[in-house]
């Protein structure tokens, strides 16, 4: 049997995740494929700690050069994460003609063009299946499988450790947000510094790849409006279960002919979504093509074993594409040209979406009456209303909630803002975007 | 621009659904892929009908040869389907050094061998994404995303009529099989003879062909166990409804270290489970990989363009192959060598599961001892017990329904042939299948 050696630069929990499959799924993993995977070095900076893996420790090294300048090495896995040096890295293996593997999403959102083209050049590939869903096989799915299809639209939870929060504060009404990520960080979903992901720079990197592969437009994800999930009160949840909504922190693509909407934020959706239905740690993504019609796809986006799967079948991928031709056969962004830059990228401005807009004000007469009439200024049409009693936050407050028709959001900006500076209200008005295709 | 000549051999509803691609979506396809597909020439019996899609009648030919004899046509998409002259035509195609795409499951179940073997020998590809779960891009990943993984289970919604079906006889509880089979018919779902889908053959093409995939086994359909489901009556729903279960034709694989459970029959499952909410034409696939653990893929398993958007991306697929070096870069069922044969399938007898148990018996005193006493002598322990009275079929007649732990097969058998045989029972006892994993 064929032995093809590669090499592992960053040996965390992923790293850890992928000798265990080595080991564990030797037999299955050879007899799919007909070749052995020999993992020949593993470069990192910290050679002592126990993974909990079994390896040969003759293989660590804290060299990454050991892996980088290895002949016989044709693919290096980059599980370092973070920009540097795993850029550096990653161009060096690059420039000596091996194929890389990464899950490095920040990377690639930042410098995939600089990347790809090295890659190009010099006849190897690069491999992120990883990056994006954990063992979800969704950049494959829409590179190959869905080709021919326009993307219409897609929402997609990408971030495990927003989402476990979401779903803790939906289940346990009392529990706000600080419990519920006190919670998360116990159960090892969330990072002691949790902002990357909390304020969805994590499902933005991610949302930028996603763009990339559907529509060929490549943004810094500067140009994508970002909301993290920090200011999601537990009144909110309690009013969107009133609504039979849930909130998720959704990535949001919508092609509106040559031009994309791109956002993410926080966003209630129907119950009956099949979104609505991922819970806890799990990832999912929700397409409508052209051609296929809606398909949901659903899994684990996070976790060793499901992150190594990835990685594992990203290697299995550029064995096979080097023992049976030449690297390329798959753009890596999806599009073998030039990307589109942020000019086909929807001004946030110009999104209409519907919107749940909760107001704290003094319970005083025509208070209602007068944030109706803004509304109305701005050409805001309100589906519903519900006001709730002074028990929201101590004396003589009430909160009133709208759900909007369809409103442009410039116009909701202008009317929130000039609502927020109403004497009777008390703070900012709370907006979460809806995605309900009932409404209108 | 490139451009690759491709050529199709029957013109029915999914080849003018590729057409209908092909001239929508053509730059979109060219912009992805940087190539220009040309489809050269159609070959159909019928060269008169009107298909309505545009495109150039001068291609049009009653002789499938002229396809296949063309030097400038490098692959060959044949949507004839059924057994011949299907198989001929594309071992003629392989003979001919062109690579095939084909949606023909019944074929590639029963000739799959003969076909890959000569496609191997003549260094060309043969690609069939469409075969099983329409739009859905679940062969390309069980076979390269997810191959690092055991499939430890698999549940899958493979028949869109099937589960058409289903659902309406759920959703109008009055509404029998035959009722809900004749607006299946109306609205196009089903075909005017729809014994292959109702009685469950075609999605037994389908769970072969995953069965090859994911364990390498390869088995004739006779060696599985197939039931469809025109022996599901209306009252089996209102009860699965009043256990929180829903009905579905489920195609059932599980892993028993090197034996699997192979079989395809109407199941019950929870109602929370992410299948249940898969309703309608829809297609479902729910794995649990040892590494990824549980996802769900769900999407349109049939019409025309869900699927012609599969065989498009296979044809791209091939293309890219041509391209970037030589055929066979992946196995076409996921293992380069020899497929193991039906001794690894568990014997049926031998299964163990849990049953919903439907009888129809005289009301009489002792009668429900006298049916629970045969279900102990054969080691069937109850769960729980519903009787429902008179109202059911008749006089004197009740219906007795009984959920039990895990039992094996071959213990259910006796038991209900001999409680079928009780002089107070009036016709064999209904069963349907349960998967429960909070059953024991």
Known sequence: MDEVAIGLIGFGTIGSGLIHILNENKTVIEARTGFRIKLKRIAD?????????IFDKSILTNDAY???????ISIVVELIGGYEPARTFILEAIRNGKSV???????????????FENAANNCVDVAFEAAVAGGI??????????????FDKILAIL??????????????????????????QQLGYAEA??????????????????????HGIRVPIESIH???????????????????????????????????????????????????????????IFLRGDLVGDQLFYGRGAGREPTASAVMGDIIELIRSGRSGKAGRVPPLGYPGPLKSSDCILDMNEVTTNYYIRIQANDRP???????????????????????????????AVAVVFITHSAKEADLQKATLEIGNLDVVNCPPAIIRIEDEDLD
Chains 1, 2 share one sequence.
Not at 45 to 53: K, N, Q, T
Not at 161 to 181: K, V, Y
């Open 45 to 53: 900076l910290d050679i002592e700690s126990d993974r909990g893996v």
């Open 66 to 72: 050991k892996v980088l300048n290895d002949p016989d």
């Open 101 to 115: 593997v990464t899950a490095n999403k920040a990377l690639l959102a930042q410098h995939g063009p600089e990347i």
């Open 137 to 150: 096989p969704i950049l494959r799915s829409l590179r190959e499988g869905l080709i021919a299809n326009r």
């Open 159 to 184: 971030n495990g450790t927003c989402n476990f929060i979401l779903s803790e504060m939906t289940e346990n009404p009392g529990s706000g947000f600080s419990q519920a990520l006190l919670k998360a």
């Open 193 to 214: 510094d949790p902002t990357l992901d909390i304020e969805g720079i994590d499902s933005a990197h991610k949302l930028a790849l996603v763009l990339a592969l559907t």
């Open 226 to 284: 970002v909301e993290g999930i920090t200011k999601i009160d537990a009144f909110d949840l309690v009013m969107a279960r009133e609504f039979s909504y849930k909130i998720k922190l959704l990535a949001i693509i919508i092609r509106h002919g040559n031009r994309v909407e791109a956002r993410l934020h926080p966003t209630m959706i129907p119950e009956r979504h099949p979104l609505s239905k991922v819970d806890g740690v799990f990832n999912g």
């Open 366 to 396: 025509g208070v209602l009456s007068r944030i109706a009439g803004i509304m109305a200024n701005h050409n805001i049409s309100i589906h519903s209303v519900v006001q709730k009693g002074r028990d929201f936050s101590g004396e003589g």
